[in-house]
């Protein structure tokens, strides 16, 4: 029997290194506004090819900033990563702008929907494709993919944008960027302001695209019990810094998460009240 050849080895450690790489992978990271203002304080996390990770907490406990820094959307803002790095596909991206990235194949659908609201949801889904060369029946072909996954849109396609409704701006604004044809989608707060069984059907149709397109997200949500029902690993920032990560389930699971995220412990829903004090000595922070 022939031993393998050093090449065949070499092309084999390869190949493991690359399955055992964190498709996303945030080290590190801070980030300062205006040159003064700190708001992320060394955050890390890994995001695996072909899944869903939440990133969870309150308001400005930093979790869009921490989608923008990936993006590299915060130079728009007057932000900018500091220290540490961020690399996709086992390349260093920080540097690049959000054009690149989208080419590359990670897009962001930014927090409150932004939909052209002058232009037809068919027209903001069609400037999803700018980044790709393709011809009429590949373009036909794309916009039919987004109308299998949100067939309310195929309804509403000659509608303006403007005037559909929160859940229709917010599939919209999913189907524009993946019109772009992503590995990985940035999906900030997609349950703000909307309907209880709208932001399930949203839900349902993340898990879907992961789940058939191979579409890995990581996502922001303020909705800890939506958030964890449907991922499969799970970041708790808290003032910029991650106090907590695990799987899903196991999060789902703790007593503190909870206590300080669900209003919920052993001995039953607390008072606003309670919880208000409760949330001043959390135990992880001590």
Known sequence: MNAPSSAATAAATAATIAADRPYLSVNNIEVIYDHVILVLKGVSLNVPGGKIVSLMGGNGAGKSTTLKAVST??????GEVTKGSVEFQGQRIDQLTPNELVKRGLSQVMEGRHCFAHLTIEENLLTGAYTRRLSRAGLRESLEMVYHYFPRLKLRRTSQAGYTSGGEQQMCAIGRALIARPTMILLDEPSMGLAPQIVEEIFEIVKDLNTKEKVSFLLAEQNTTVALRYA????????????MEGAASELASNEDVKEFYLGVSAAGRKSFRDMKFYRRRKRWLA
Do not use: A, K, Q
């Not at 959307?73 to 007057?78: A, D, P, Q, V, W």
């Not at 499969?232 to 106090?243: M, Q, T």
């Open 232 to 243: 499969d690993f799970g970041y708790i920032l808290e003032n910029g810094r991650v106090v």
């Open 73 to 78: 959307l915060l130079r728009g803002e007057r």
